[in-house]
């Protein structure tokens, strides 16, 4: 299957030591014409990594990640686009193509992929939980289409899967074996990353009762 011209966005925040790798994955790719970092208010070298592992940056100050996925779809000149973490481990240009498929064949609206946990979990989970995986591809006007507090901060993957499922826009599930995520506790200790674990969580319930408002 040939594909048109894709849009990655990679949202990050002091990220300078995984950031290159998962921008190398797409620049890689002659099927992705640009690949935008924002760099969402990072105090060490995440810009400057991803700008000479060959991605475009856009700076600005931390707003949160949906703001700054935003921002790149603003920059972005593609109807089709990427968005995916800049913490991946283990992600390939198999990956890629298998998340975009569905969405250029016309199958899906939107791709979510299934980071590994092990056969039993990442097969079961989108029939127990609703998934929030930062890797999705979708047409730009489903993003275009969000409104609300909800879509600055970690919030914005509920709303997107909420939004396709009132509209019911087809969303497939994209399994993603041997792709992990370097986790908050890893990355900021335990402590830390604990914080700031809950502080997403709590963004994403903010999300989940804003739902309710869709339109």
């Known amino acids: 299957m040939s594909y048109p011209e894709i849009s990655v966005i990679i949202p990050a925040y002091n990220e300078a030591e995984n950031i290159d790798r998962v921008v190398r994955v797409f620049v890689s790719m002659p099927?992705?014409?640009?690949?935008?970092?924002?760099?969402?208010?990072?105090?060490d070298d995440t810009g400057t990594r991803a700008k000479k592992a060959g991605a475009r940056v856009i700076r600005q100050e931390n707003k949160g990640k949906g703001l700054a996925m935003h921002t790149g779809v603003l920059a972005a000149r593609s109807p089709l686009i990427f968005f995916s973490d800049a913490d991946l481990v283990g992600f390939t240009?198999?990956?890629?193509?298998?998340?975009?498929a569905p969405v250029v064949s016309g199958v899906a609206s939107m791709t979510i992929g299934l980071r590994d946990?092990?056969?039993f979990l990442t097969t079961i989970l989108p029939h127990i939980a609703p998934v929030l995986g930062g890797e999705r591809?979708?047409?730009?006007e489903i993003f275009e289409a969000l409104s609300g507090d909800a879509v600055k901060d970690f919030g914005i993957?509920?709303?997107?899967?909420?939004?396709?499922?009132k509209k019911h826009l087809s969303v497939k599930y994209i399994p993603m074996w041997g792709?992990?995520?370097?986790?908050k506790e890893q990355k900021?200790?335990?402590?830390?990353g604990f914080v700031?674990?809950?502080h997403m969580v709590c963004q994403i319930l903010r999300a989940e009762v804003s739902t309710f408002r869709l339109k």
């Not at 591809?137 to 730009?140: H, W």
């Not at 993957?157 to 499922?165: G, H």
């Not at 792709?179 to 986790?183: A, E």
């Open 93 to 100: 240009p198999f990956h890629v193509r298998n998340l975009v």
């Open 179 to 183: 792709v992990t995520q370097i986790i």
């Open 117 to 119: 946990r092990g056969w």
């Open 157 to 165: 993957e509920t709303i997107m899967n909420a939004y396709c499922a």
């Open 31 to 43: 099927e992705c014409g640009e690949v935008i970092v924002v760099d969402d208010g990072s105090v």
């Open 196 to 198: 700031a674990r809950m």
């Open 137 to 140: 591809v979708l047409k730009r």
């Open 188 to 192: 900021y200790g335990l402590w830390r």
